[in-house]
């Protein structure tokens, strides 16, 4: 490689091997100290008899300074937000306050048990209903569950009260229409609740197509599921023509709130037309994503879905205190034990308050500035596959590179010599070969433009020497893995090796 | 605003390169009518020291510096400070599901050692990386049962956890899949005959909790070959994990829906927690959620991918064995880092604490009101049943900074004035102590060394 493609974000540096625990385990070595016992002694077989454990099989035997250097060199091997952009369509990977956990490890927030008393549960009650009031004013809706653990939940969620309603109005209806951009998770959850799906196909502006919409639209029915803005980036100009089309025939308007970071403070879902929505909290609300969860999904609604929540909701009683109402009758029941991810509506809100309406809208506004900031930069090397004005995310296409046999998956893998995260590859399937980008408000300029040069720089080699970015990534500790091999005959969990006989 | 790092001079430089004259540019593509020309009515912009404050004030209104006896589904133990130390760096917090393996080995790492030890604790073959919870743990654990038998119905013991059958009711109504429920008996373990008559040749598999929501031990292995005389699965719950340090786990079940809070994970009033999936080899294609799977690079390097991604549901959308993408990767690193603190010889030595102390309240409070369910063992949860509604007595308990146990009547009428109490290492014999006597009506104030009464009144039962 010439000295014009070294990357200005990052160099090579040492990394820590490490082994599986198990490999560093010896009977005898400990981490624990248990207090001595206040009360007698127990004899546990009689206890338990036949049910006494004798034995915990491969367990690890460590010492506390293993185990922190341990999981300290793993970490090591991760990328994060706290170390660059991480640009992933669709996820939102924005910046993490700190003081988001802090606040969580509050004792008394941090100890609460979920079955004290209402009269000792009122600070965690004014947290869930002053967050619920909250993303009531943002979204524009009426009531709202926080109980969702995630958002393919919320999605679950929004869906039963969907089917509750249409059967409260003498017809559970037969399916769902989802448009061809929408997320996997949609069609999963149609399915859960026992929806056929129908798909809708996207005009060449990359929105739902009005004309066919009116077409499929009939009394079979239940729902449409759109996200807006949706996987394209592209915000649903008819919108409103959508929801009057589902609205004359009886069905309902779901909204998949993944790209809320496009709208918070700017556009109410409430306003357009929206019947029913679920929030990603883990997305627009930075609570961490934490290498895959906890994320948690509250679903808000219009007034008419609302006898149809979740039990229980918060209420204010007679006397003025907080609590829960588990009689409604009505309800869809319950989605998860409890109330919901709680320490994650500590963060989210948390995080309201860090920004304020000034600076939720302020946000929203850097957020979509970086996105067309990026599409600028980017416009003429790679293949803009809709020309629709973007939003918060921009999404492009592999067709120039391509046709050097080179794919998006391996313009991503160059991209971590980089120093950056991939961007979402080969979503959404309208696009083929497609590279989804969300940069979110949390990018300084001089980060976008490192990104913008690494790409550009990219598009370069693949002209100049496409196998060497089909070999990427070059600079990681291990290079791309046989994932064919890992789903052929899965190793799930580690064994000893067979001891010599 | 403190956490956007662009200078007025950078947003005008950056408009200026896109070409546009002002913001509300890009957002012209939402309708006019649409576009919010307000402030939204939410707080003010706050300090962090403000932010500090609010939810300082709002955790003394929430039983800071109470003692509990509650269980029930959520447990108070031990979290060894290395956790937090460890999860709190930005590496594992603020990364995303390992999609790009190469740059998220951590993470993948660390997912296979967690499958690796539920499998171990659980004697199941395999585990997943995560659910959302136990509840939904043992809901999805049902719909997999329907996909790998074929067949449809469920049968559910009525001492498994209230709201995780609420939840199975929530998910299983719209699948078709009619649930049957089966009575405990004066053991407060599962009826086997009830149960053998309710397993039908539509029953894809039976349910249960072990320990059950009373805390008693289930005889897994009958239960088993009850089931599976009939071809039924055998689904077992686990809701107190630290319960597998000292009890035979269900080596006979064919999958374990686990709810792994207790592993190091805060109360944090009911989430987020740790729901876990584990099962035999020949299920793993029907099973839902992540999968961590080990293989090798081009160079033959020991590394780790998510893998077996055709169940879900980005690639088979509506055909997916479920609908779950985002679940609990940065809690089970939680309970991944306090498996490997206690270890093999840990988790015993702790579960046998807990036991210890549930055996010495159980016994402290059996002088003076009933037991309920005595004849099964049980590991740090039990019954107790009084003539005062244990209402009132929380009531009178609060008063003392105790949060007493949890009143059955409202999922098990039956049982009259029923409360389930928890003990675990961290609850004192004296704790203990005091709470009994205020329980019982003898006045405590604080001084508990005239506790034993000659002649103790014993509570009348209910019963």
């Known amino acids: 490689m010439t000295t014009k493609h070294i990357t200005r974000k990052a160099t090579r540096h040492i990394s820590q091997n490490e082994g599986l625990i198990f490999e560093k385990s010896s009977p005898g070595k400990a981490a624990w100290k248990l207090p001595p016992l206040d009360v007698p002694e127990v004899d546990t077989a009689k206890l338990l008899g ?129 448009p061809d951009s929408a997320h996997g998770t949609n069609p999963a959850t149609a399915a859960t609740v026992g929806y056929a799906v129908e798909n809708l196909k996207s005009n060449d502006r990359g929105m739902v197509d009005v004309a066919a919409l009116a077409a499929q639209m009939n009394e079979d029915v239940a729902a449409l599921m759109v996200t807006n803005p949706n996987t394209l980036g592209v915000f649903e100009q008819e919108i409103h023509k959508i929801a009057d089309l589902l609205h004359e025939k009886g069905g309902l308007l779901y909204m998949d709130g993944a790209n809320m970071n496009a709208l918070v403070g700017k556009a109410r879902p409430g306003d357009f037309g929206v019947d029913v929505m679920h929030l990603n909290l883990h997305k627009t609300f930075s609570t961490p994503h934490g290498g895959g969860g906890p994320g948690s999904g509250p679903v808000a609604v219009k007034k008419i879905l609302s006898p149809f929540l979740p039990t229980p909701v918060v209420i204010t009683k007679a006397d003025g205190t907080l609590g829960f109402d588990y009689n409604r009758p009505q309800s869809v029941g319950r989605v998860r034990a409890f109330y919901g991810n709680f320490g994650m509506f500590i963060r989210a809100l948390a995080y309201i308050f860090a920004n304020g309406p000034d600076g939720l809208r302020q946000t929203t506004e850097d957020a979509v500035l970086n996105a067309n900031y990026i599409r600028k930069g980017l416009e003429g090397v790679y293949d803009l596959p809709y020309s629709t004005p973007s939003m918060h995310e921009v999404v492009f296409s592999d067709k120039v590179q391509s046709k050097k046999g080179v794919k998006t998956m391996d313009l991503a893998k160059r991209l971590i010599d980089y120093g950056f995260h991939p961007y979402t590859t080969a979503f959404p399937l309208i696009v083929a070969g497609a590279l989804m980008i969300e940069p979110t408000e949390s990018e300084p300029k001089e980060e976008l433009d490192l990104f913008i040069e690494a790409m550009k720089s990219i598009a370069e080699e693949v002209e100049e020497d496409p196998q060497f970015v089909l070999d990427a990534p070059h600079n990681t500790r291990i290079s791309r893995l046989d994932e064919t091999a890992a789903a052929r005959k899965p190793i799930l969990r580690w064994k000893p090796a067979p001891s010599a006989p | 605003m403190r956490y956007l790092p662009k200078s007025p001079a950078d947003r005008a430089a950056m408009q200026q390169a896109i070409g546009i004259r002002s913001i509300d540019d890009l957002f012209s593509p939402i309708p006019a009518e649409y576009r919010l020309a307000r402030d939204l009515n939410v707080p003010r912009q706050m300090a962090e020291s403000e932010i500090v404050d609010y939810f300082k004030q709002r955790a003394k209104e929430n039983g800071e510096g109470y003692t509990s006896f509650l269980g029930a589904g959520a447990y108070a133990h031990y979290r060894p400070i290395v956790i937090d130390a460890l999860v709190q760096r930005g590496e594992f917090l603020t990364s995303y599901t390992p999609y790009q393996a190469e740059f998220a080995q951590g993470t993948l790492q660390a997912i296979f050692e967690f499958q690796t030890m539920i499998s171990e604790l659980t004697g199941m073959d395999l585990a997943n990386a995560s659910m959302y919870d136990g509840s939904t743990a043992a809901a999805e654990a049902v719909m997999m049962a329907v996909r790998v038998t074929g067949k449809n119905s469920a049968v559910v013991a009525r001492s498994l956890h209230p709201e995780y059958r609420e939840v199975l009711t929530t998910y299983a109504a719209h699948q078709e899949i009619p649930l049957k429920t089966v009575a405990y008996t004066d053991s407060g373990q599962i009826d086997l005959k009830e149960l053998e008559k309710a397993i039908g040749d539509d029953t894809a598999c039976v349910l249960i909790q072990s320990p059950n929501f009373f805390g008693t031990i289930e005889d897994v292995e009958a239960i088993a070959d009850i089931a599976h005389k009939r071809g039924a699965l055998l689904i077992v719950s686990i809701a107190e994990a630290v319960s597998l340090g000292i009890v035979e786990p269900p ?69 997916a064995t479920s609908n779950i993408c985002t679940n609990q990767a940065l809690v089970a690193l939680m309970v991944n880092i306090f498996m490997t603190v206690y270890g093999k010889v840990g988790l015993r030595e702790l579960a046998k604490q807990n036991l210890a102390k549930a055996t010495y309240a159980a016994d402290q409070f059996s002088k003076h009101a009933k037991v309920l369910f005595s004849s099964a063992p049980r590991f740090n949860e039990f019954v107790v049943q009084t003539s005062e509604d244990p209402r009132a007595i929380n009531s009178r308990l609060l008063e003392h900074k105790i949060v007493g146990g949890f009143p059955l009547k409202k999922f098990y009428p039956e049982l009259g004035h029923a409360a389930l109490w928890c003990s675990t290492e961290l609850t004192t014999r004296s704790s203990i102590d005091k709470a009994i006597d205020i329980a019982v009506g003898r006045a405590a104030d604080g001084d508990n060394s005239d506790r034993n009464l000659k002649n103790p009144e014993p509570v009348e039962v209910a019963r």
């Open chain 1, 50 to 178: 036949k049910q006494e454990r004798k034995d915990l099989g491969n367990m690890p035997e460590v010492s506390e300074i293993e185990i922190m250097r341990h999981f300290t060199r793993l970490s090591t091997w991760n990328y994060a937000i706290d170390l660059g952009m991480y640009p992933l369509g669709s996820c939102t990977m924005k910046y993490n306050p700190r003081v988001n956990e802090f606040v969580a490890r509050v004792e008394g927030l941090a100890n609460g048990h979920p079955y004290q008393a209402e009269k000792i549960s009122q600070g965690a009650l004014q947290i869930m209903k002053t967050l619920s009031d909250c993303l009531l004013e943002i979204t524009g809706m009426d009531a709202i569950t926080l109980q969702p653990a995630a958002g393919a939940q919320g999605e679950l969620t929004g869906l039963l009260m969907v089917r509750a309603y249409h059967e409260s109005q003498g017809n559970a209806r037969k399916k769902i229409l989802i």
């Open chain 2, 251 to 319: 080596r006979t079940a064919d999958i374990v829906a686990m709810e792994a809070q207790s592993f190091g994970v805060p109360l944090g009033f009911g989430g987020p927690y740790c729901g876990v999936l584990a099962t035999k080899d020949k299920f793993v294609r029907q099973m839902p959620g992540r999968l961590a799977g080990q293989t090798v690079d081009k160079n033959g390097k020991r590394g780790f991918v998510l893998t077996l991604a055709t169940r879900e549901q980005h690639i088979r959308r509506e055909k």
